[in-house]
T-cell receptor
């Protein structure tokens, strides 16, 4: 069974804090993704990575950065958290080739006060 | 305009009834299509892929209409456990595996 884990299920941070969200997958997947999910807006892609040390901007990268130093680990960084970054953050991974099924972690519900 | 559009619902369905809903996509070059299921406060999980000829998986039937650019999902003999949000997902060609997600259709099955 594919397993994608995220470092925290719930997180509360203050405005201006630096926030690290970590994601680890155990299936040797090449591709990893960070999304945020908000009511009525669905899943929006923040960043993705198709290889170690490679990263590409998604649809809403502003205010975020990422790091992928090892194949199994993909970190999302909020350099200076703001209240509009309160959201559910979901990490996913997928293999390459014809099967692009994405496997998701359980999500981190981040509240910025 | 959103790239993948879905009726948000909710679709309230009596147990045992049939429910069907669609989604439309804007990128005609899309190559693969999926339905994901998301339970309340849980992560999305793949329900089924959608093939050009249509396909069934138990009580679930998915159809693809490339000419009109829509995908449908039909659930027969609805169970209480089918209550969830169903996400329509599209993979455009040359997208490096980046899926496009609809915002979801909520289905509520009632006793």
């Amino acid at each position: 069974d594919v397993k994608v884990t995220q470092s925290s299920r719930y997180l509360v941070k203050r405005t201006g804090e630096k926030v690290f969200l970590e994601c680890v997958q155990d299936m040797d997947h090449e591709n990893m993704f960070w999304y945020r999910q908000d009511p009525g807006l669905g899943l929006r892609l923040i960043y993705f990575s198709y290889d170690v040390k490679m990263k590409e901007k998604g649809d809403i990268p502003e205010g975020y950065s990422v790091s992928r130093e090892k194949k199994e680990r993909f970190s999302l960084i909020l350099e200076s958290a703001s209240t509009n970054q309160t959201s559910m953050y979901l990490c996913a991974s997928s293999g390459s080739g014809r099967s692009y099924e994405q496997y998701f972690g359980p999500g981190t519900r981040l509240t910025v006060t | 305009r959103k790239e993948v559009e879905q009726d948000p619902g909710p679709f309230n369905v009596p147990e045992g009834a049939t429910v069907a809903f669609n989604c439309t996509y804007s990128n005609s070059a899309s190559q693969s299509f999926f339905w994901y299921r998301q339970d309340c406060r849980k992560e999305p999980k793949l329900l089924m892929s959608v093939y050009s000829s249509g396909n069934e998986d138990g009580r679930f039937t998915a159809q693809l209409n490339r000419a009109s650019q829509y995908i449908s999902l039909l659930i027969r003999d609805s169970k209480l456990s089918d209550s969830a949000t169903y996400l329509c997902v599209v993979l455009p060609t040359d997208s490096w595996g980046k899926l496009q997600f609809g915002a979801g259709t909520q289905v509520v099955v009632t006793p």
